[in-house]
């Protein structure tokens, strides 16, 4: 099963706490040996994607939206970021350079073609720019990709 994962980052601390509780029972309740997610390992659900997914003995496959991408990413990230990259079982690649909304936004579409099935960690509201998480819920709905959104109870961004 590919499972790919989309959703908000900078989330509060609390909500941040119960996201990550989330995709850590998704990915216990895949048959581990036949799961891989499929992440761009962004900072926020990206990343706790991926751990939760390595953490169970899953695979990871990363979608890389820029050449540059990994440079507009915060500097405390980038350490995790190698790190899963470097524990990747593949790589995509959109051939792009500048990490920007559409290159942001081309790579969640290889992502979602890559799923069979999309996590969105989504407060349901729309994207605050293009290639936000309202956009890639809506190239997957497009596409007949299912998409399953994991949002806290009362959690605000």
Excluded: N
Excluded at 42 to 66: F, H, K, M
Excluded at 94 to 107: F, I, N
């Amino acid at each position: 099963m590919r499972v790919g994962i989309t959703g908000h980052r900078g989330l509060p601390p609390a909500v941040e706490l119960q996201v990550k509780a989330l995709l850590t029972q998704r990915a216990a309740a895949f048959d581990a040996s036949d799961l891989v997610g499929v992440s761009c390992i962004a900072d926020g659900p990206d990343a706790w994607w991926a751990q939760a997914v390595l953490a169970v003995g899953g695979r990871l496959e990363v979608v890389i939206p820029a050449d540059e991408y990994r440079a507009g990413l915060p500097d405390w990230h980038h350490r995790d970021y190698d790190s899963f990259l470097s524990r990747a079982t593949g790589t995509h690649r959109t051939g792009l350079k500048e990490s920007t909304s559409e290159a942001h936004q081309a790579g969640s579409e290889i992502l979602v073609g890559l799923s069979d099935l999309v996590l969105a960690v989504w407060d349901g509201l729309p994207a605050r720019g293009y290639g936000g998480t309202a956009d890639v819920v809506a190239h997957a709905e497009r596409v007949g990709v299912p998409v399953t959104v994991l949002w806290p109870d009362g959690a605000t961004r």
